[in-house]
């Protein structure tokens, strides 16, 4: 089954300690992206990534890293996680369609919460 | 500043009846514009998906209008039901596709 997978799925950490989210998916889509969704927001991209090695940042980059040493991977590292990290996040991978519509395909979500 | 602004941000109906979502872009430059329904605590999944050049885009019951001279969308649901309560998010791409602008998205609660 064509799925993009996260976990863990929910977090409750301490202010200051690292920690890591991952993403995976096995539809070998080139481009993965990581967003958070905050009540009234919406969605925010926080980085992005092309393909192996390349990513870029999104809207709200800042407390976040990324890697993506493989095609299928790409996790979510937050060094010294914050309170104002406590969010939604979701993980998102698609390929480049026919019609170049970019069509996105999400993952289930992890909800993290920083004390 | 890239923004998508959606309306309303609730909004209540009975089962059977049809509504219209709006969505307004000021995203440039533009590649795509996309709807998704996010049911609660789940990732969005994709309804709709439309470049510049389309006017109109249907999904079963969920039909999508683009008007890329005023920078306005719509999201028309035909005949709700029960299982149409969710959020419906906007989303407008930048050209390459890679840099997306989520909406806040609407609040639909269909009642029985």
């Known amino acids: 089954e064509a799925q993009v997978t996260q976990n863990p799925r929910y977090l409750i950490t301490v202010t200051g300690k690292k920690l890591t989210v991952t993403c995976s998916q096995n539809?070998?889509?080139?481009?993965m992206s990581w967003y958070r969704q905050d009540p009234g927001l919406g969605l925010r991209q926080i980085y992005y990534?092309?393909?192996?090695?390349?990513?870029d940042k999104g809207d709200v980059p800042e407390g976040y890293k990324v890697s993506r040493k493989e095609k299928r991977n790409f996790p979510l590292i937050l060094e010294s996680p914050s309170p104002n990290q406590t969010s939604l996040y979701f993980c998102?991978?698609?390929?480049?369609?026919?019609?170049?519509?970019?069509?996105?395909?999400f993952g289930p979500g992890t909800r993290l919460t920083v004390t | 500043k890239n923004q998508v602004e959606q309306s309303p941000q609730s909004l209540i109906i009975l089962e059977g009846k049809n509504c219209t979502l709006q969505?307004?872009?000021?995203?440039?430059?533009?590649?795509?514009l996309r709807w998704y329904k996010q049911d609660t605590g789940r990732g969005p999944v994709s309804l709709t998906i439309?470049?510049?050049?389309?006017n109109t885009k249907s999904n079963g019951r969920y039909t999508a209008t683009l008007d890329a001279d005023t920078k306005q969308s719509s999201l028309h649901i035909t005949a709700s039901q029960l299982s149409d309560s969710a959020s419906y998010i906007c989303?407008?791409?930048?050209?390459?596709?890679?840099?997306?602008?989520f909406g806040a998205g609407t609040r639909l609660f269909v009642k029985a």
């Open positions: 998102a991978s698609s390929s480049l369609a026919r019609d170049r519509s970019y069509e996105q395909y």
């Open positions: 539809m070998n889509h080139e481009y």
């Open positions: 990534s092309m393909n192996v090695e390349v990513t």
């Open positions: 969505c307004n872009y000021t995203v440039s430059p533009f590649s795509n």
């Open positions: 439309m470049t510049f050049s389309e």
């Open positions: 989303v407008v791409s930048l050209t390459g596709g890679f840099k997306t602008i």
